[in-house]
């Protein structure tokens, strides 16, 4: 099995679990009456407490929390690294300001447009703690096929009257969200503890929701009341543990190819939660099934290789000039 093989798979189930807190979400926001604001707080601030929590009994992950602070009162780490989480917090922001005009279908393409550009640009900068890697063929085609696998999944779900300024909103979401993949990685890195890097992540949505919340509370008001359904409240956990995944993977696969899974992830998540657990007025059509198809070949495509795009040159490698990535030769 390739090196990245099982870095892959699991960055693709975390983006199954991304698509199952979509629909606890979005259910929890329809029994507050429509109010999205309330359930976003609700679902990341949930996640916040229970990993408040975990740090009064685990040390390890409580020692990583005053690593992350001294590294950056140190300047090693830079201040602005530790708020990934507003990466989360502009998707569910996006998504309850623009999926009543868009509808889901556009605003996805849009979401993952920018993603996948967010992980091209984020990637050759060296954003993420894999460092710079150059967007090969291999990553370049895989991208254009996930778009492509988004935009066949979801072709017969588009509609065509729709505010076209809205999608600028989603585009720039995506672009944060492949960003937040990008700096989580790094507080891992800098305390060596995948919960810390979760913990701050959850810190800096939490908040930042709190506030936007707060505002559409004094102009809206408070909803009615909650809802009775325990299910409803699982979107925190729901969220630690797909967070987690990315602050662990993010160094072995980049952020364009961990973007590339979670994507996938999504697709291949909504067929199932459609298929297994129908809601509304969703259905699974033939090119839904496609799509989900064509952007698994794509990640298999763009990350099973095992190579990291870094374009390391190592004079040692056998062949003067040669690119080594993680070790083995490139062609």
Known sequence: MPAAAPWVLLAVFSGTLISLQARITGELAAGLGGDGFAAAVLSFGSGFVVLT??????????????????????????????????????????????????????????????Q?????????????????????????????LVLAAVGLSMADKVGGDFPYWMLLLPLVAGVCVSWQQAVNGHVRQASGSAYTGTFFNFVAGTAALLVIFLVHTAVSGLPAGLPSSPYLYLGGLVGISFISIAVATVQKLGVLVLGLCTITGQLIGSLALDVFLPHGEASVTVATVAGAGLALGAVVL????????????VASSGKRGERVEGGVPVE
């Open 302 to 313: 763009a990350g099973v290789s095992g190579r990291r795009a870094s374009g390391r040159v």
């Open 116 to 144: 996948v550009a967010g992980g091209l640009l984020f990637d050759r900068m060296g954003l993420g703690p894999a460092g710079p890697q150059r967007p090969t063929r291999r990553r370049m085609v895989g991208a254009a």
């Open 53 to 114: 929590l975990g740090l009064l009994v685990l040390g390890g992950p409580r020692r990583g929390v005053g690593v992350v602070v001294r590294e950056v009162r140190a300047r090693r780490l830079k201040w602005w690294q530790v708020l990934g989480g507003f990466g989360g917090a502009a998707f569910l922001l996006a998504q309850g300001l623009t999926v009543t005009a868009l509808g889901v279908a556009l605003f996805t393409v849009a979401i993952v447009a920018g």
